[in-house]
């Protein structure tokens, strides 16, 4: 059974850092015979979720939605399972419920698209305000 944790959130000053963690069980990120893609997507009362972040085994570069480009950065650690986003430079719009999500199917929908995914998270809020 696939389970998706997060953790990290919390509230910080604009222009400061926090990193979200997204500890994975019920596969493996290393197993090169399998395809992933676990993307990081936020949402605010109100509004659609939205896709920030993905990286996935078989395409080369990660995605980045062009609010975050430059200032997130996801990454995977093999040795403990877990995706990673790294937020530098927030902005008070940063301000959200932040999930990650996997898919294991090899869903063709853009990376951006919440219905790609098959498994979420419980989310992590993240709060940046002066």
């Known amino acids: 059974q696939v389970q998706l944790v997060e953790s990290g959130g919390g509230s910080v000053q604009p222009g400061g850092s926090l990193r979200l963690s997204c500890t994975v069980s019920?596969?493996?990120?290393?197993?090169?015979?399998?395809?992933?893609?676990i993307g990081w997507f936020r949402q605010v009362p109100g509004k659609e979720r939205e896709g920030v972040a993905c990286i996935s085994s078989s395409d080369g570069a990660p995605f980045y939605a062009d609010s975050v480009n430059g200032r997130f950065t996801i990454s995977v650690d093999n040795a403990k399972n877990t995706v990673y986003l790294q937020m530098n430079s927030l902005k008070p719009e940063d301000t959200a419920v932040y999930y990650c999500a996997a898919d294991t199917n090899g869903d063709s929908r853009t990376y951006a698209s919440a219905g790609k995914y098959d498994y979420w998270g419980q989310g992590t809020q993240v709060t940046v305000s002066p």
């Open positions: 019920g596969f493996t990120l290393d197993d090169s015979s399998d395809y992933y893609a």
